[in-house]
């Protein structure tokens, strides 16, 4: 297949990278009825001492995230400092039809355990219903170079 991958490809969600303390962080909400299928890509920078990165994602019935749940078999295993996972990447993919019936929307959750940590997310969707994709990136979306 000829063309740009920003043709293909939207970039749906972001957790924007920083150092985050103890917590959850979540990304945007994104509606499965426009893509085939997404990909969530968890960015590990600099974990703090005995730090723990977590991640999993959710689907809902709404983008308000009404009925939110955890979509099963979609969660990493988890990264930490100890186990030398600074600077390391993590992709989940998800199909539309590995949504529960009713549900059409996921994000991503990502948890800091006991230390400030680098972290971002990045959720890229594929396969658009109608193209180009990029009729669909965030409004974030600052530019696009040809």
Known sequence: MK???TE????LGTIDPDAYGTGTQGSDWVDMSKFMQVMFAVLAGALGSSATLDFKVQEATSAAGAGAQDLSGKSITQLTEAGTDDDKQVLVNVR????SDGYRYVRGLM???VATSDAGLVV???DP???PASDFDLASV???VT
């Open 142 to 144: 600052d530019e696009i």
């Open 8 to 11: 293909r490809l939207a970039l």
């Open 3 to 5: 063309g740009l991958l």
């Open 96 to 99: 539309a039809d590995e949504l």
């Open 111 to 113: 948890t800091i355990g």
């Open 124 to 126: 890229l969707g594929g």
């Open 129 to 131: 219903t109608y193209a």
